[in-house]
């Protein structure tokens, strides 16, 4: 009888260990939360976590993002289609955690909010249009950790 539980301990101890460790691959980084609400983050490697009491809440990807756009837009009482594509990446995990569900609608309102500011959209070059929307949005995402690399939308 003590054999079987002091089996059953040295697997449940080995068990533990195992949970334990975290591997994080390169160009990634983990939201860890407590049961108290209490935040970290992981870089990549290997790290040491409390298998019962954290739990992985994000897997932030700091390569590459690219954010299709495909949207009605009122132009001069008519509607035109902006579309194209967006790139963007994560700078700052830590910042970008509270709003990394919602980046994608974030960067899609915004980016519309942005078009929407010209007099007159049909008659911007497409240049000057792609370096205003990217500036645009890089002002209002840089405080989310957010930046956009790169904009490629053309009004149709």
């Known amino acids: 009888m003590s ?3 002091l089996f059953l ?3 449940a101890a080995v068990v533990a260990a195992l949970l334990s460790i975290k591997r994080i691959p390169e160009g990634t980084v983990y939201t860890l939360r407590r049961f108290n609400g209490q935040a970290r983050t992981l870089q990549s ?3 040491l976590i409390w298998p019962l009491l954290e ?3 994000h897997r932030i990807s700091l390569t590459g993002h690219i ?3 495909d949207e009605l837009f009122p132009v001069s009482g008519a509607n035109a289609r902006l579309s194209g594509k967006i790139f963007w990446q994560v700078v700052d995990a830590e910042r970008a955690d509270a709003s990394i569900d919602r980046a994608e609608a974030l960067i899609r309102a915004r980016a519309l909010n942005a078009a929407r500011a010209t007099d007159n959209p049909r008659e911007e070059d497409p240049e000057v249009r792609n370096s205003r929307l990217k500036a645009a949005l890089n ?3 840089r405080d989310v ?3 956009v690399t790169r904009v490629q939308v ?3």
């Open 45 to 47: 490697g290997t790290h």
């Open 139 to 141: 002002d209002g995402l």
């Open 9 to 11: 301990v040295v697997c």
């Open 145 to 147: 950790g957010i930046v």
């Open 67 to 69: 954010l299709p756009l």
């Open 154 to 156: 053309g009004l149709a």
């Open 55 to 57: 739990r992985v809440v």
């Open 3 to 5: 054999q079987n539980i």
